[in-house]
């Protein structure tokens, strides 16, 4: 059972950045895809990135690709989501998600076996 401890969300002025950290319990973490999610008020959850465990190939989402980054740490056990320009429309609860598939990765939460419990951003116009 893997379990996933996000931190580094808060507010901050359109144009700011932010930097997520996920941090996960489970020591084989290069056998683990990892990705964002992101759910705004009154909307579904949303892929933003997602990071394979074998390669570390990344994915990203329309809306985020070319202003978010997401990397990994393998001797922390961490992810992250580096986020430059960022705009009011990006304000959302964002969460990590990971599945035991290291060369796999899904747009969809659903294929997603652990999360956690979501880290608020917000940005202000």
């Known amino acids: 059972q893997v379990q996933l401890a996000e931190s580094g969300g808060g507010l901050v002025q359109a144009g700011g950045a932010l930097r997520l950290s996920c941090a996960a319990s489970e020591g084989t973490f290069g056998g683990y895809t990892m990705a964002w999610f992101r759910q705004a008020p009154g909307k579904e959850r949303e892929f933003a990135a997602a990071i394979t465990g074998s390669s570390g190939r990344t994915y990203y989402s329309d809306s985020v690709k070319g202003r978010f980054t997401i990397s990994r740490d393998s001797a922390k056990n961490t992810v992250y989501l580096q986020m430059n320009s960022l705009k009011p429309e990006d304000t959302a609860v964002y969460s990590c998600?990971?599945?035991?598939?290291?060369?796999?990765?899904?747009?969809?939460?659903?294929?997603?076996?652990?999360w956690g419990q979501g880290t608020q951003v917000t940005v202000s116009s």
């Open positions: 998600a990971a599945r035991q598939a290291p060369q796999a990765m899904s747009v969809s939460s659903g294929w997603y076996d652990f």
